[in-house]
């Protein structure tokens, strides 16, 4: 960082944030109700859809992560903020993929050796719009009893609503071009939909050649050589991202190793003929609990996503149950190396418990490889 960016920063961070000073501003429900509040983030109104994270660490990985897209969060962990933003290489992207933020403490007072500005600071640059209002919990359980639903923080102007589900986001958070990383044998063709950049950290750690490709790219007709497909998470509704899902269709034809995170769950479900859905509310945070088929192994996962996986495709099981609601957390295939997870075993933030799936996978990959040897 630069001296002036850095007296810039400090400047931020002398600043005390004074929420009885600040603008005010509105989180208008779809239904009519409604949350004031006061202004830390970018003054500009947004629209989205409403949902709510009871993570209680990670905000700038959560923020960073592309399936927030054309969301604006609620944060049901009352502090936000106490721990600054770090420096990029720690974002699972290069951005904010909020649409808004709604929070009931803002901290912007930072103490964290990483910490290089304010939440404030980030927010503003990045022209999100942020909302600190005070009963968090009441709009938590307003949205658990009725369901996430469109919002928008507004100010002085008046703004339409706005379905983010609607639209492709897939599309919209994707790479545009292929980029390569790494050395080794094995060569991963990652699929990003939204990818978050510690799925690329897990792989390489292993060894791994990994090669990022847009969603809607031609796969079969490229020339790359590769020995696995991995289908990243992303933002949105899965039936839109129908590109991503032909490749997976043609993988699952020629039998290539398949792993899908997340989103990629639902993408390896609906291309082998499953279905998906829109959950109530989505499972958002770094305690949600997974239940490993035919065990009593109970993982606590971080998780991102408003669809799920409702019909398990012909030839596959199901892996693993959330065991709060009984949704589907992961498919695999009876007898191919096809598999996915709902849950994010890279983690970033949460727990790394699952982080073992990708040595499943790999070896998966392996034994594949001697067969064909």
Not at 125 to 149: C, F, N, S
Request: charged share 20%.
């Amino acid at each position: 960082m630069n001296v002036q960016l850095k007296s810039e920063v400090q400047e931020s961070q002398d600043h005390v944030y004074d929420a009885l000073k600040a603008q005010k501003a509105t989180l208008l429900l779809e239904d009519g109700t409604s949350f004031e509040g006061a202004c830390f983030g970018y003054v500009g109104a947004c629209a989205g859809e409403v949902v709510f994270s009871t993570g209680m660490v990670g905000y700038p990985e959560a923020f960073t992560d592309a399936s927030y897209s054309g969301q604006i969060l609620v944060m049901t962990y009352p502090l936000i903020g106490n721990y600054g933003v770090p420096l990029s290489s720690y974002w699972e992207s290069q951005r904010i993929h909020l649409a808004g933020l709604v929070v009931s403490n803002y901290v912007d007072t930072p103490s964290h050796a990483q910490s290089e500005m304010t939440l404030a600071t980030w927010l503003k640059r990045q022209q999100v719009p942020a909302l600190e209002i005070k009963d968090t919990r009441a709009l938590t359980q307003h949205l658990r009893t009725y369901g996430t639903m469109l919002g928008k923080i507004v100010f002085d102007e008046e703004i339409p609503f706005r379905d983010p589900n609607k639209e492709n986001l897939v599309a919209k958070a994707s790479v545009r071009q292929v980029m390569h990383f790494g050395h080794g044998e094995k060569r991963v063709i990652l699929i990003d939909c939204g990818a978050k950049q510690n799925i690329v950290r897990c792989l390489l750690k292993r060894g791994v050649q990994v090669t990022v490709v847009p969603w809607n790219y031609d796969l079969f007709s490229s020339g790359l050589d590769f020995d696995a497909i991995v289908i990243s998470n992303g933002p949105g509704d899965p039936k839109m991202a129908t590109a991503t899902i032909n490749t997976v269709k043609q993988a699952l034809a020629y039998k290539v190793p398949t792993l899908g995170i997340c989103l990629g769950n639902q993408i390896l479900a609906l291309a082998a003929g499953g279905d998906t859905y829109k959950l109530k509310f989505g499972h958002r945070s770094q305690n949600q609990p997974c239940v490993m088929r035919d065990s009593k192994r109970c993982y606590i996962t971080t998780q991102n996503h408003g669809f799920a996986v409702g019909t398990v495709p012909p030839d596959f099981v199901p892996w693993f149950t959330n065991a709060n609601d009984g949704s589907n957390e992961g498919i695999m295939h009876v007898t191919q190396p096809f598999m996915s997870v709902q849950f994010h075993p890279e983690a970033n933030p949460g727990p790394q418990d699952t982080e073992w799936v990708f040595d499943y996978f790999l070896q998966r990959i392996a034994g594949t490889m001697e067969q064909v040897a």
